[in-house]
């Protein structure tokens, strides 16, 4: 672990003032989850009190998620992919849940709507608001049907929402925040009498790929994640930790109510973690960053002098890979997908599959989740390609 020191910051979680900073991936530049690569670095941090990782934002959050953010556009063909991803989600929020029907739902961050649609067609006599902070995403979650309020949720859940809720949840959001008490306290202030609110978020007890997003400024265990939710006011009544197959995400579910419900709180309460436990959980990510900062050079050396260099893959992972080892992406000649979505990609073409033996590629680099790339590396070499995976270095 790089030296670390006292700072001005304190944790949102514990209050402690004294973090170490964490390995940086790439000297220059970083990754946001909607792919834009940043021309800074991670920043990466660990409370030594409590081990939540975060980051200290410099830029202006609001600002950027309004008109800058695009997480539900920039990925070409990732219909197919939320079409499974989003029931997937609203099935484990339902049976969290049962047996509350709830009768007013709100979704905290509801992006283009896909996830509002899925909640409709489970409760159809549910009324449904959606609240957004880009307005891309918001025009179309507007296009799906779905009543949508623009905004952050610490400053837009006033007089706009005019209703209290049985049901308020957010997915992969609280992460996003620069305050979660606050976040979650906006919530507490609109939720009604026996509702709950339901968060889902990356599990940051596992070191994977939400430690590398720049835009992600936590990085929550349960015991964090349960902690913050308690100090908004809020009890916690049940939640789990589970791996998302349709995504390969490794997550966590907290469901909440208000402290002044009679309903009683779960009787287990988590525990802190211990120093060695910190310190554990600081060595293990450490490592995982590390072997990010190692890519670059470990691929330049599968690479070789290979000459037309082809991308597999035009999502998350392919920005990963443009983001911490540019020297390769600058390599790749263009990307390849079955059923292209756009003609280009990071600042490449996109050819269809199918055609891909017309650019007679030397090899193939496969940038899709590591937990894929097996798949479609035999899907390539059935077809005579050759193939450069990296999911021995990056395993998730």
């Not at 620069?178 to 978020?201: E, H, K, M, N, R």
């Not at 779960?266 to 120093?275: D, I």
């Not at 670059?296 to 082809?310: A, F, M, P, W």
């Amino acid at each position: 672990m790089m030296e670390g020191g006292v700072t001005p910051y304190s944790c949102k979680v514990c209050g402690a003032e004294e973090w170490a900073e964490l390995v940086e991936p790439h000297p220059r530049q970083s990754v946001r989850v909607d792919g834009v690569i940043e021309p800074r670095p991670l920043g990466r941090r660990q409370c030594r009190g409590c081990g939540v990782g975060f980051r200290i934002p410099k830029e202006e959050l609001e600002v950027m998620y309004r008109q800058d953010f695009a997480l539900y556009s920039n990925r070409p063909g990732a219909d197919a992919f939320n079409r499974q991803r989003h029931p997937a989600v609203v099935d484990r929020i339902a049976s969290s849940i049962q047996p509350l029907r709830p009768r007013r739902i709100l979704e905290v961050g509801c992006g283009d709507g896909s996830t509002l649609s899925v909640v409709r067609e489970l409760w159809p006599d549910a009324e449904t608001v959606g609240l957004e902070p880009s307005r891309r995403a918001a025009e179309a979650a507007r296009a799906k049907g779905h009543r949508v309020i623009e905004g952050m949720a610490e400053s837009s859940l006033d007089e706009r929402a005019e209703q209290h809720f049985d049901l308020i949840f957010s997915i992969q959001v609280i992460e996003h925040t620069a305050d979660p008490v606050s976040f979650l306290a906006a919530q507490t202030g609109y939720l009604a009498t026996g509702g709950v609110v339901v968060t889902i978020c990356p599990n940051g007890a596992v070191p994977h790929a939400e430690l590398i997003h720049v835009d992600h400024l936590f990085s929550f265990t349960p015991y964090h994640l349960s902690t913050v939710t308690a100090r908004a006011g809020l009890i916690r009544r049940g939640g789990c930790e589970f791996f998302l197959d349709e995504a390969c995400e490794f997550n966590q579910l907290l469901v909440a109510g208000k402290a002044s419900d009679s309903k009683p709180a779960e009787t287990a309460r988590m525990s802190p973690l211990g120093p060695d436990e910190v310190d554990r959980l600081a060595q293990a990510r450490n490592e995982y960053l590390h072997r990010w900062s190692c890519l670059e050079g470990e691929l330049s050396k599968r690479v070789g002098q290979c000459g037309t260099l082809i991308c597999f893959g035009t999502g998350g992972w392919s920005a990963n890979l443009a983001g911490y080892a540019p020297a390769i992406w600058k390599r790749v000649r263009a990307s390849t997908v079955d059923n292209p979505a756009t003609p280009t990609y990071m600042n490449k073409p996109v050819v269809e599959y199918t055609s891909l033996h017309k650019l007679e590629p030397d090899a193939v680099i496969v940038a899709v989740n590591p937990c894929r790339q097996d798949m479609v590396s035999q899907r390539l070499r059935r077809d005579g390609y050759r193939t450069i995976q990296w999911n021995d270095l990056i395993k998730r």
